[in-house]
Nanobody, 123 residues
């Protein structure tokens, strides 16, 4: 059974940093591109970043470039999202998922979602 468990969110001040973690299970982790997504209140879920199956390539949404860094640990079936210089607009529930296409096709992902982890950026 495929499962994603996100953690690491919380309350962060504008300009601050936090690191999110995703524990994945139920599929062959190292065979899949992994992606992070987020959903702000009243908005559609949007893609944040993707990393290739072996971690050698990554892709970011424009507003996250230079601020967020995606990484993975295939030995422990985990993906991470380091978030720096956070803005109020980054407030959202953050989710991870396994993508079924390339890092350039974040719309192709598994249909199962975890509960996500809330990140609130506020002073």
């Amino acid at each position: 059974q495929v499962q994603f468990v996100e953690s690491g969110g919380g309350l962060v001040q504008p300009g601050g940093s936090t690191n999110l973690s995703c524990a994945a299970s139920g599929f062959t982790f190292h065979n899949y591109v992994m992606g992070w997504y987020r959903q702000a209140p009243g908005k559609e879920r949007e893609w944040v970043a993707s990393i290739s199956s072996l971690g050698g390539s990554s892709n970011y949404a424009d507003s996250m470039k230079g601020r967020f860094t995606i990484s993975r640990d295939n030995d422990h079936n985990r993906a991470y999202l380091q978030m720096n210089n956070l803005e109020v607009e980054d407030t959202a529930v953050y989710y991870c998922n396994a993508q079924t296409g390339s890092i350039w096709a974040p719309e192709k992902h598994l249909d199962i979602w975890g509960r996500g982890t809330q990140v609130t950026v506020s002073s």
